[in-house]
């Protein structure tokens, strides 16, 4: 079953263990070129393990490509823990505990952050046997959930989106489908509607929908529901062969990992006149969060710049996708290959020493 998945993994390695508890549990290290893989650690039941190390896979190449677009110095990685129910108490504390001595047998080449399912909570004990972990609650020293810079990102990000569609960034009047409000979404649904947006909300735990004050959709409306912009912020793969046809937006731009099926749905988004936001950029505000304040020392006003900043790279990503005629998913990938090349062209510091000594 792991073959199909594993013959199709360009990165670097993967690690497949099985928890005497049943889960299973898959890290990819996609690449550690420009640094230690990063990503954050899912918590999800799956039709099947190989479901779940596909899921993994997919996630840590994509976070290959956010972390090089960010011009932070990691690479790539991602972690699924497979489950068949997502566990409590006691159970749950256990799993992470052995969870975080398999990532100091990693040796650093993998560090962890919150995803799906996972949260400060699990992060604190993991951090209690390992170091290999961002996004700790402040009282651990730590920073915290990122799910306020994930979502003030992704705030940007539409607002870059409207003005390449609409030539306006104005959300007065704008209407915005934000689909799951979660940790992410629902702090999206409170920027936009502060902006003046007409904000609609689905998800699957009607209340949680409800609970942000916004008009809620049926969950299985929100891809059929008109609206000028749908935000995706729950899982991925919304956008496919099926749905695309079906949509009655002119700009997609949320959060969530992996929105698009496979390659060709970038291309049929295009096609559709549906302008993309690359979820690997504009989802990118919660890398910056744990890298930024707990790696590279950036303030609060600084890692508030690079979050915004967000908006201007996509920008440069629509402006790109026009002037090749190619998908926004396309372009993000040029964007993502060149810095790249060139972070890797330049001496790492071992060899930076080298020279040096
Ligand atoms: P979360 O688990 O807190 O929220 C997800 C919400 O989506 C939940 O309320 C859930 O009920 C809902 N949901 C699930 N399936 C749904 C469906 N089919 N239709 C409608 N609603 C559905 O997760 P989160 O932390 O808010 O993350 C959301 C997405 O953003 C994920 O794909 C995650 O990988 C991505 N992301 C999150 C962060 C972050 O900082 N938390 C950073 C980058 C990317
Ligand atoms: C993601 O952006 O998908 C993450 O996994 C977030 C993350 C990345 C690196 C460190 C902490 C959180």
Redesign the pocket.
Known sequence: MFEAVLERWDGDHVVVRHHPGGAWIFVGIHSTRLGPAAG?T?LKQYESAAAGLEDCLRLARGMTRKLAVLGLPHGGGKAVIAVTEIPAGDERRRLFEWYADLLNSLGGSFITG????TGEADMDVIGERSRHVFCTSLARGGSGD??IH?AYGVFHGIRASLRHAFGSEDLGGRSVLV???????AKLVQLLAEAGATVLA????EE?ARATGASVVP?AA?LTTECDVYAP????ATLNADSIPGLRCRVVAG???NQLATEADGERLRAAGILYAPDYVI?G??ALHGIGLEQLGWSPDELEAQVEAIGETLAQIYASADAHAISTEAAAERLAAERLAALDSRPTEAQRTVTRA
């Open positions: 954050g899912r919150p995803d799906v399912n990122p799910s994930t689909q799951g409000t979660g940790s992410v979404g689905t998800d699957i735990d949680r969950a929100a912020c729950a899982l991925g959060a969530a990992n989802n505000g919660g």
